[in-house]
């Protein structure tokens, strides 16, 4: 066979046995805006890698996401000039936004003091991987010099994106607009609010055990558990005051002072522990 036509083989032509073959789950895409059941298509950049970098080829399974929580199982039918035909396999299914009945975990907001560029993009994967719903630059007073995003830049949601096609997400959190602590506690009064403080308060996990999220009750879009991470230098006693004044709470996750995102990482993981369960792999999800 020549050098040619082994790469248009691809990943077909490896033997069963062959260890470098894909793992049986298929790899995850993001659909296209006008993507239909009858013809789906990818977004242009994941029909690039999935095309050229990953190779796939005719026969090849891969999911489909649409970042709402939509998931379809696709096969590639045909491979031309760089572009994937593709058809549904079976029904499309939609697993359950953050805190609805049916969800691994209740809705999640961190607000956090924007760290420096070149730790936000790891953090914010990582917050995806533990499940945050949503994310919030907090324009503290005493944040470092990194100013919080203007907007929603696309690169941040690439990141998003790109956390969830890794940890097998369907639903992308949603980066919210950056607030100040004061607007923030007049913007969420019926959230329930933790404020992390190394030197007060209730130890988290207690704190959260105290909780008790349900679709009906808090933890869902409307009625948010909000985790506050302020800067390494802390809130000032006005911002904690702004908290208190609505019904905030303090809680300590560690005896000494975290760098941001070591402290909103850890406190996701906490919350991940206590108020998630385990998804298998196989577990059915909601036919659309």
Not at 190 to 202: E, H, R, S, W
Not at 216 to 239: H, Y
């Amino acid at each position: 066979m020549s050098a040619r036509a082994r790469r248009r083989s691809g990943p077909a032509s490896r033997p069963a046995t062959d260890p470098t073959a894909r793992a049986a789950s298929p790899p995850a895409f993001f659909l296209a805006p006008d993507s239909r059941a009858e013809r789906p298509s990818l977004a242009p950049e994941d029909e690039t890698h999935a095309a050229r970098v990953l190779r796939l080829g005719a026969g090849d399974a891969l999911v489909g996401l649409d970042g709402r929580g939509g998931r379809q199982a696709l096969r590639v039918t045909a491979v031309r000039k760089g572009h994937l035909e593709l058809e549904a396999v079976g029904p499309a299914k939609r697993d359950p936004a953050p805190g609805e009945e049916g969800s691994p975990l209740p809705w999640f907001e961190l607000a956090v003091a924007w760290p420096r560029r070149n730790r936000v993009e790891d953090m914010l994967g990582r917050l995806v991987q533990l499940g945050a719903a949503a994310i919030r630059p907090l324009a503290a007073r005493q944040r470092g010099p990194e100013e919080p995003p203007d907007g929603t830049p696309a690169r941040l949601v690439r990141v998003l994106r790109e956390a969830c096609k890794q940890s097998g997400r369907s639903w992308v959190p949603e980066l919210e607009p950056t607030l100040t602590p004061e607007e923030l506690a007049r913007a969420r009064p019926t959230a329930v609010v933790a404020v992390l403080d190394p030197y007060q308060g209730l130890p988290f996990d207690i704190w959260l055990r105290s909780l008790q999220p349900s679709p009906a009750g808090i933890g869902t879009r409307t009625r948010p558990i909000v985790l506050v991470v302020g800067p390494e230098g802390g809130l000032t006693e006005e911002e904690l005051e702004a908290f208190r004044q609505h019904g905030a709470s303090s809680a300590w996750l560690a005896p000494h002072v975290l760098r941001v995102e070591t402290a909103a990482e850890a406190a996701m993981a906490v919350a991940a522990v206590v108020h998630g369960r385990p998804v298998r792999r196989d577990e059915p999800a909601a036919a659309t």
